[in-house]
């Protein structure tokens, strides 16, 4: 984008931010001024993070650290002060790091004593490599379990009645549509799923992708990536943090090789499928008469990846204390065998986009010259694409001494490819950090929106679910469906995302992310000089799960 485009674009940006200026604002002129600055600031700092130097900043890579290093500093030169620990932006993220040696062996015996190979990549994908012995085998009995989702406030049990106890349970991907779309995210969450088939006593889990299903690895996807590393991080002992150590996920099947599981069934795959597309999406659920004979063989290795932090002190004496915290993942998927001759994932909108908004919101602050009542943390968190591993680990060894979180407002992968008009503000309405969004939007000119894609299951997908776990309200801004973003946004799913096409080659709305700064900026500042803390809504479902009661409103 040449000088005069950067000016053009801004001046319609201009309108929208002399919204949100007090009374007496520049002219519009200046706020264009201002506005085409942001975009550039926008652009350069993408420029820098996606560029092909950092080769995709996978965490605990040499591209990660030159990236972090990068962050901070930025940080450093808006003044910030280092939150990471011992002085430095740099909080260090121990974690140990596991992937496959060779494509796993998978063997399906029915009562008729025929023994049938599952063909990795057609029939079977290998998902979340289990952390444990480089060689480990499992063999077991098979029994379905629907979604695997037990769910008291929605009377639903889906291991009611059935023994899995030493077995291998085998259940759909996702969660029944009719829950509101952030508990459906909650409940079709692996992790969720596969701590309670150990707390029923699996001893693994294999997932099963139906036809049409979004979230469907392909054939040749599976295939490019297979022997990317996993990863989770290790506690003080040195034990790798996992929900279920005993109940690994074995793997992903298709129709294809799912068939083969339900060989001598009392139903089929077909009919189990139909029970899952209807209303009640209860299908039944039994034991199969397979067992499922699995042989996986990893490599482990020990790193360290690093989570950059930076704060700006707040200004009142008393709320100085509490912490709003801004965050954005730093990390991509670094580099993978190549597509159409490519082979570095630069992860520009995924999500050099969120670090360059999270940078901007941070200079936007400091030169305000109206520091904030509350203290804001601005952090970028690494391991995001291997599980949110830095904002998890973060949230549960926080930097900020006896300082409270009261808030995370979260940036990941804005699509910014047009001027959006709307967003969605996933969690914003389950505290009282949504009439907050409402307002900064309502000065921004641009409407909230329901989440158009339920089936995706974003609210568990991005790092402020990792502060929600631990109590924290939270919100994640996406850019919405309105004028043209549903065919930018599918497109970019269907094509560039998690592939070397996210690259800086793509048509980059610059003005489009400075106004998402903007907004990100307007909510970020009502909830740090706000009188009072964000407090969860009475009887949210996830207030309820995770906070204490101090931090649930009593009305």
């Known amino acids: 984008m040449s000088p005069s485009q950067s000016f053009l674009a801004a001046l319609s940006l201009a309108a929208a931010l002399t919204l949100a200026a007090p009374a007496g604002a520049q002219p519009t002129v200046e706020a264009a001024a201002g506005a ?25 890579s040499v591209g990660f650290d030159i990236a972090a290093n990068y962050v901070a500093s930025q940080f450093a030169q808006l003044g910030l002060t280092p939150m990471g620990g011992a002085g430095s932006y740099f909080q260090k993220v121990p974690l140990v790091a596991t992937r496959p040696m060779d494509e796993g062996r998978f063997v399906v015996t029915g009562k008729d004593g025929v023994a049938r190979t599952l063909v990795f990549g057609d029939d079977v994908r290998l998902v979340g ?11 077991a009995p098979l029994v379905f379990v629907g979604y695997g989702v037990v769910a008291p406030e929605q009377g639903r049990d889906d291991y009611k009645g059935l023994d899995v106890k030493g077995k291998i349970v085998v259940l759909l991907q996702g969660a029944p549509a009719g829950y509101q779309t ?65 109940t690994p996920s074995l793997g992903m099947l298709g129709p294809e090789g799912a068939d083969k599981l339900f060989v001598g ?66 990390d991509h998927i670094g580099v993978t065998p190549p597509v159409k001759g490519d082979s570095i994932n630069n992860g520009a909108l995924d999500n050099a986009a969120g670090v360059a908004t999270t940078l901007e919101v941070a200079r936007t602050f400091v030169e305000s010259g109206q520091r904030p009542r509350r203290s804001i943390l601005f952090l970028t968190v690494t391991g995001e694409e291997k599980g949110l591993l830095g904002a998890q680990y973060f949230a549960r060894n926080p930097t900020l001494g006896a300082r409270p979180i009261v808030a995370n407002v979260d940036l990941d992968m804005p699509i910014l490819f047009y001027d959006f008009t709307d967003v969605i503000a996933f969690g914003s309405d389950r505290s009282g ?24 299951g974003l609210f568990t997908r991005s790092d402020h ?13 996406m850019t919405g469906f309105a004028n043209g973003g549903e065919e930018k946004f599918r497109g970019f799913l269907a094509g560039c995302y998690h592939h070397p096409c996210d690259d800086l080659s793509q048509p980059i709305d610059y003005a489009a992310g400075a106004k998402f700064a903007r907004l990100n900026y307007e909510i970020t500042r009502e909830l740090a000089d706000g009188d009072t803390r964000p407090l969860w809504v009475k009887g949210d479902f996830f207030g309820t799960k995770f906070a204490p009661p101090t931090m649930i409103a009593d009305h």
Not at 36 to 60: C, P, V, W, Y
Not at 129 to 139: A, F, H, I, K, L
């Open 36 to 60: 085409a600055r942001s975009a550039d600031n926008i652009k350069a700092h993408m420029t820098f993070l996606a560029s092909d130097l950092l080769q995709g900043r996978e965490a605990g």
């Open 465 to 477: 679910f990792r502060f929600v776990e631990v109590g924290v309200p939270a919100v994640f801004l």
């Open 433 to 456: 950090i949504g009439p907050a969004v409402r307002r900064a939007a309502g000065r921004m000119g641009v409407a909230l929106s329901p989440d158009p894609m339920p089936e995706e």
């Open 265 to 330: 069934a009392k139903k089929t795959l077909d009919e189990v499928a139909k029970a899952a597309d209807k209303p009640k999406a209860d299908p039944p659920r039994f034991a199969l008469v397979t067992t499922l004979d699995v042989t996986l063989h990893t490599e482990s290795q020990d790193i360290v990846s690093e989570n950059v932090a930076g704060l700006l002190e707040g200004s009142d004496p008393k709320l100085k204390d509490e912490v709003v915290v801004l965050s954005a993942h730093l």
């Open 182 to 246: 952030e508990e459906r995210a909650y409940y079709a969450n692996r992790d969720n799923k596969r701590a309670q088939a150990a707390a029923h006593g699996a001893v693994g889990v294999i997932s099963i992708c139906l036809p049409g299903e979004a979230r469907c690895p392909k054939v040749g996807e599976a295939k490019r990536t297979w022997q990317s590393w996993s990863m989770t991080w290790r506690r003080a002992d040195g034990t790798p943090n996992d929900v279920a150590p005993e």
């Open 129 to 139: 490599r289990p952390v444990g012995p480089s060689e480990r085998r499992v063999t």
